[in-house]
């Protein structure tokens, strides 16, 4: 589905093949939320981290991006880098089109965020944070 959506659809330019999309945050520090419907099949999904995870030499996308390693994505975006691990990132939100309608969509998003609060929250989150619109 995140590559359907992000690559096919949107265009970006982020690794993948021919079915999934995957990235460097993508590793065993990033915590996943995901909507199944009632054939079990994932309807929407969205990916955490703690903003002091780090994997190789990669820590968390905002970051990441502040920092100048991510050179699709602005560095100005915060005001100071975030590191504490209180504070979670949420990137990757994606639903499945055939959820069109306004009622489905916002039952969709209130499962995915509430799994990503229950998630960042037992290891020890107190906010969240995500580059998206309101």
């Known amino acids: 589905m995140r590559k359907q959506f992000f690559v096919d659809e949107l265009h970006w330019q982020i690794p993948h093949d ?3 999309e995957m ?4 590793n065993p520090m990033a915590r996943y939320s995901l909507v199944l419907d009632d054939q079990g099949r994932v309807v929407a999904g969205a990916r955490a981290m703690s903003t002091t995870a780090k994997w190789g030499d990669h820590t968390y996308m905002l970051k990441d991006a502040m ?3 991510l050179g699709t994505i602005p560095s100005n975006l915060l005001s100071e880098i975030v590191d504490s691990p209180k504070v979670w990132e949420c990137t990757r939100l994606v639903m499945a089109p055939e959820i069109k309608s306004m009622r489905g969509r916002l039952q969709c998003l209130d499962l995915i965020v509430g799994g990503l609060i229950d998630m960042a929250t037992a ?3 107190e906010r969240m944070m995500s580059l998206s619109n309101l």
Request: charged share 40%; proline share 0%.
């Open 23 to 26: 990235d460097q945050y993508d």
């Open 18 to 20: 021919a079915e999934v």
């Open 123 to 125: 290891e020890g989150a």
């Open 67 to 69: 920092t100048g390693k």
